[in-house]
């Protein structure tokens, strides 16, 4: 064993890495690896461009480009104002970036090829003998872009962007800073971190981050990775998965097993999960460290039929960063840099953000078919200015399903899920049933704060299951009136029996017959 570690780790240093300076193009060794990540999302970003026209109601369908690749050469008069938005405000991030154009008092470079992510030293560039080259990533490099949008990359570290306030003020200075003009509060890390630090690397795979080949149309589409795949794993012998053995031994800090877990979505081998006669062990990458992988349970609230349809971050996620109402401000005759063509361009965007909120996660179907956390993704109120500064614009309204790795191990409790007008995706209210009607009253009124819609501005669904807000994926959706009343109906349990350990919820069905039947101890009252 110990004569194929030094063998693969030979391979490595020698052939894959060979390099004869330090200006030596990764793809001359890794040219099947450049063609996947040529093809990946992270690199030509098409998802977030095509969701953008179709939310810039540009598109009736979203319609799949190539992303960068399909701007790059497209004359500027020519593009429309989502992809004049996405090259202005978006396009910073992809990898293929040339990282010279950042300015460092500003901006924290994003972009560089294969050294982005596999450089452990940005102030020098690539050595000889590979030393700064690695597979250890560190979480520090996958911020440097995953800090927006849906903000799970801040979430995880238990960092949730405020409103621009500048506080806390400590010792004389603002200390809780993202970037230049940006600052955040401390909230409840996501117990991956908390518990084990593990970075981003422990879970993501190399072909769920670097793609597949293929050209997904979604990120979701790309990932490998599911909580299933570690807390449920699937485990086959490593001699099956070449690719394992040449990772465990660069890597360095962990044992050779017999089985390894991989992923039920791509076959992709975790080689960090491995399993030995009865032991199943978790091996931090980039130390080795191992820790007993606690394994999902076979309780009521993981089998019971009617929480079938949950997905793991339904119940596990703490929080979600909400962002209401982007307002997009776009000047047609000033000037601003395109991030694309890397040089200035007519059209200069201004975003204003003002309703940043951090809440239990409101709930919907999600992309998967399964219910999942879901927040603002995104709602657009924009405003043209042309030269006369008479001015125009448009509004469009959407949510999404994300997981926003805020992950705990103890779940909502079931009042926060069924009684919660937020979660049901109603919005902050007053939630009440009378005579086995609900009713809600909600706290935000739109059209007395100046929106130009009739609804809550956090408010998905109504209470009859009207849907106020789209989705950008085909199965994902609000709840309807008859989830909705399901959903609400279970407090006449919940008002008594709110623990999972209550004997009522071992059979569930049976209990329910029960209780209609009038044979519980139940008040009868609300049957009605």
């Known amino acids: 064993m110990i004569y194929l570690k030094l063998l693969l780790t030979l391979y490595f240093t020698t052939h894959l890495f060979s390099s004869t300076s330090s200006d030596t193009k990764c793809i001359v060794c890794h040219n099947d690896i450049s063609h996947r990540i040529d093809n990946s999302i992270m690199n030509n970003m098409h998802g977030v461009l095509d969701v953008l026209k179709y939310q810039f109601l540009e598109t009736k369908i979203i319609e799949q ?178 690719l394992a053995s040449m990772l465990i031994a660069l890597n360095g800090n962990m044992p050779y097993p017999k089985e390894i877990a ?55 996620s703490s929080w979600i960063a909400s962002c209401y109402g982007c307002h997009e401000v776009y000047f047609k005759n000033s000037k601003q840099y395109d991030w694309i063509k890397h040089k200035k361009t007519k059209g200069k965007w201004i975003e204003l953000r003002s309703y940043l909120r951090y809440e239990s996660p409101a709930l919907a179907i999600g992309y998967n078919g399964k219910i999942m956390p879901t927040a603002p993704g995104c709602q657009v109120i924009t405003t043209i200015y042309d030269k006369n500064i008479t001015n125009e614009g448009f509004h469009s309204f959407a949510y999404a399903a994300w997981d926003p790795h805020t992950t705990q191990k103890h779940s909502r409790d079931c009042i926060d899920c069924h009684i919660n007008p937020q979660t049901l995706g109603l919005g902050a209210g ?62 006449k349990c919940i008002l008594c029996h709110d623990q999972w350990d209550d004997p009522i919820y071992k059979d569930y069905n049976k209990s329910k017959t029960l209780f209609y039947s009038k044979k519980t101890k139940c008040s009868l009252k609300l049957i009605k």
């Open 65 to 242: 480009t190539t992303g960068i690749n399909y701007l790059r050469n497209k004359p500027t008069k020519d593009q429309t104002l989502a992809e004049d938005h996405f090259s202005k405000l978006c396009a910073a991030c992809h990898i293929d970036q040339d990282p010279t154009i950042f300015n460092p008092n500003y901006h924290t470079p994003r972009g560089g090829g294969c050294t982005t992510c596999h450089h452990v030293d940005d102030t020098k560039g690539i050595d000889k003998d590979h030393k700064n080259i690695t597979t250890k990533i560190p979480s520090s490099n996958c911020l440097k872009c995953h800090n927006r949008s849906n903000r799970i990359g801040l979430s995880y570290f238990g960092k949730f962007e405020s409103e621009g306030y500048g506080t806390p003020y400590k010792n004389g200075e603002l200390t809780h800073k993202i970037d230049k003009n940006r600052y955040y509060y401390e909230l409840p890390a996501d117990i991956h971190h908390t518990s084990a630090k593990l970075d981003c690397i422990d879970c993501h795979t190399e072909k769920g981050v670097m793609g597949d080949g293929k050209q997904h149309k979604h990120m979701e589409d790309s990932v490998d990775i599911s909580c299933v795949d570690c807390h449920d794993p699937k485990f086959e012998p490593i001699e099956n998965f070449g």
């Open 262 to 316: 991989i992923t039920k979505r791509k076959n992709s081998p975790l080689y960090q999960l491995q399993k030995d006669n009865n032991t199943t062990k978790f091996y931090r990458k980039k130390d080795g460290k191992d820790f007993d992988m606690i394994l999902m349970s076979n309780s009521p609230y993981h089998k019971l039929a009617i929480h079938q349809r949950l997905d793991c971050t339904a119940c596990h």
């Open 430 to 491: 007053i939630l009440d049933i009378k005579d086995g009607n609900i009713t809600f009253e909600p706290f935000y009124n739109s059209i007395k704060s100046g929106l130009p819609i009739d609804y809550p501005i956090d408010s998905l669904v109504s209470k009859d299951g009207q849907q106020f807000q789209t989705f950008s994926r085909d199965k994902a959706r609000g709840f309807n009136k008859y989830e909705v009343i399901k959903i609400v109906e279970a407090y």
